[in-house]
């Protein structure tokens, strides 16, 4: 009887309880609901905050060297996408998968359109947004708070505004969400070992990698994240690292060695010491920024040396301030591990680019904390979430101050990603912070130039002129207003001092070949071009300026071969065929020239000129039907066709 009654109470042990599985179904349920409508009030607030960004034009910062002038943007088809990834770099980086992403965005908007670039680096961002959530919660145990705070912070820092609102940026929305997807899958496969996972996290780094070099800290992430989940550092831990590491150091090297060609400033500038205090100054400014975003700016200038060659005092300080955070920081392990897993996350993702080596000309850049910042926020939130605990009366008062927080920084986010508008807005917007800035007026006069403001250029110009009168890109602009204006004399003058400090200046050779042509001299033209060509063959402005000249000094044959080479490059090039067509003409070859305006005209019918220098060529070849045909054709098209010369045609 006993072993019964045990047998049967055992069986009751085993059995489900319908009355309390129901309940836990349906909290689990609310749970989800929950976590979903917050999940989508941040991606909303994420979007609103960013939204001014689609009203943004391209910017003449290195939008031009991704977008505007990017010969491998022009198609997606295989051979186009193999080139993408065969070229090593683009502005002195590789990314090919970033490349390869703006060139699914020019197939859909050209140039006409940069709202599509700029919903696509947004949409790339709110992903982002998400995908922190979703980190944060599965690292947290799902505490739904921390990891909507962390995401929310993530989604509307205005630090962030550079990242998402720049569309040469591209690379650090499209690096980031792969980067997050790795550490993503990384920790379900740390947590089941089921190997599909680490697989995708390993493929999608690779992705990251090749989006942006920064992503070659995420091995070392990793390692935090185990650190903090109290993973003990195994052997077993350490191998399944390794392809990992394997990947950075391979992409680490290949950027390095691009970088050393013409990113890394000169060593001597500024001492060893000096740099320290630089890489200190900003590690400190950027957790600064991360509490109070104020003076945000697209251009942080290195300080102004003294007589004597020191830095400023307030750079001293550093160093200091750097030091005792890092102290307090090893001290805290003695409570909790989550502050030195944030100070770590954040400078892992920083050091690279704090400036022990400069890169560039500026000292600091609010892009370099796009991915930096999570760790902190995370720090932040649960911070917040564990005294809300901890003290019943403060209950939820803390993550209040963080939504008040956090609205107003949205608030500074829609205000700052309007400056982005154009390059007028985002160079003035520099000058007011830092009117020391060279590059500032340098692009603010080019923007001006462009847009026929020759005056607010000239002045821009002579500002950049007091400071730096050794940069030879800036008397090339200033030959191009004058030759804007009409000034072509003085246009020449300035690409001559150009070319007197960089004689292999490719702008200014190219600019000065245009000049010697307008002014009929033909041979000091094509010399120019000439060299333009031992530089860089593949320019194919070069062979319509260069084939335009041997036209027009009379020599049809290097004519027709120039506009051949742009012909196989660029077929739709209605000008090069027009041009062409006249270059037969000259040879007396008629029927190919009527082929090239008839193709011309295949190409844009409603092209006057066209049909009008057919009417001529046909009436050449003694084909008068077509002849007046054509003529009447440009005549209706509002090109000027001559009475005289339509009363020949019925004459004959």
């Known amino acids: 009887m006993k072993k019964e009654k045990k047998e049967k109470t055992k069986n009751v042990q085993h059995t489900p309880n319908p009355q309390k599985a129901k309940p836990e179904q349906k909290k689990s349920s609310i749970r989800l609901l929950t976590s979903a409508l917050v999940l989508f009030i941040i991606l909303c607030i994420t979007y609103i905050s960013f939204s001014p960004s689609l009203k943004c034009d391209f910017t003449n910062w290195d939008d031009p060297r991704y977008v505007l002038e990017n010969p491998l943007l022009k198609s997606t088809k295989s051979e186009n996408i193999k080139e993408i990834f065969k070229t090593k770099e683009v502005s002195l980086n590789y990314h090919p998968l970033t490349i390869w992403s703006l060139a699914l965005d020019y197939q859909k908007a050209k140039l006409d359109k940069p709202e599509v670039y700029h919903r696509t680096n947004l949409l790339l961002h709110v992903a982002n947004t998400l995908l922190v959530f979703v980190l944060i919660y599965l690292f947290s145990n799902g505490r739904i708070e921390v990891a909507a705070f962390t995401a929310l912070f993530f989604g509307i820092h205005p630090m962030h505004v550079e990242s998402v609102t720049w569309i040469a940026e591209r690379k650090d929305v499209l690096y980031t969400f792969f980067f997050l997807l790795a550490l993503i899958t990384y920790l379900r496969f740390s ?56 990947l950075s150091l391979v992409f680490g090297i290949v950027a390095l060695r691009i970088q050393s060609q013409g990113a890394l400033a000169e060593f001597e500038t500024f001492t060893l010491f000096q740099r320290i205090m630089f890489a200190s100054y900003g590690a400190i400014m950027y957790l600064i920024k991360l509490v109070a975003p104020v003076k945000l700016s697209a251009f942080y200038p290195y300080p102004v040396l003294d007589a004597n060659g020191n830095i400023p005092a307030a750079f001293y300080l550093a160093p200091v301030a750097l030091i005792a955070i890092t102290a ?17 996350f954040y400078m892992v993702s920083v050091a690279m680019v704090l400036q022990f080596i400069s890169v560039g000309s500026a000292i600091m850049a609010d892009r370099y904390t796009y991915i930096a910042y999570i760790g902190p926020f995370f720090c932040i939130a649960l911070a917040v979430s564990e005294l809300d605990k901890k003290y019943n009366t403060l209950k939820w008062s803390g993550f209040a101050l963080l939504l008040i927080a956090a609205l107003a920084f949205a608030r500074i986010t829609f205000e700052r990603t309007a400056v982005w508008k154009n390059s007028e807005t985002l160079w003035t917007d520099v000058i007011n912070k830092y009117p020391t800035v060279e590059v500032a007026y ?26 730096n009168q050794r940069d030879p890109n800036i008397y090339v602009n200033y030959g191009n207003v004058m030759n804007l204006k009409g000034e072509n004399d003085k246009a020449l003058e300035a690409y001559n001092k150009a070319l007197t400090l960089d004689p292999n200046n490719f702008q200014a050779l190219m600019n000065r070949g245009n000049i010697q042509g307008t002014f009929k001299r033909y041979e000091e033209a094509i010399a120019d071009y000439n060299r333009v060509q031992q530089l860089d063959p593949n320019f194919m402005q070069l062979y319509f300026n260069r084939g335009l000249t041997y036209l027009n000094s009379g020599n049809a044959l290097k004519s027709i071969d120039d506009f051949n080479t742009l012909l196989k490059s660029e077929p739709e090039n209605v000008p090069a065929w027009l041009n062409r067509g006249v270059a037969y003409f000259q040879a007396e070859n008629y029927e190919a020239a009527l082929s090239d305006f008839m193709h011309a005209i295949k190409l844009q019918g409603n092209n006057g000129e066209a049909w009008y220098k057919a009417s001529v060529t046909a009436f050449k070849m003694n084909k008068l039907k077509d002849a007046e045909t054509f003529a009447l054709k440009a005549k209706s098209l509002g090109y000027k066709v001559e009475d005289t010369y339509l009363q020949s045609l019925k004459t004959e």
């Open 442 to 467: 340098k692009n603010r006069g080019n923007y001006f130039g462009q847009n026929g403001r020759h005056d607010e250029a000239l002045k821009d110009y002579a500002v950049f002129l007091k400071m």
């Open 328 to 344: 307090l920081v090893i001290w805290s392990l003695k409570r909790t591990m989550i502050l030195f897993f944030a100070f770590a």
């Open 191 to 246: 947590e089941n070992r089921k190997w599909w996972y680490y697989i995708i996290a390993l493929l999608a780094f690779t992705l990251s990698l090749l989006s942006k070099a920064m992503a070659v800290t995420l091995p070392v992430i990793m390692l935090l994240f185990d650190f903090l989940k109290g993973r003990k550092l195994e052997l077993k831990l350490l191998l399944e690292k390794i392809p990992f590491f394997i």
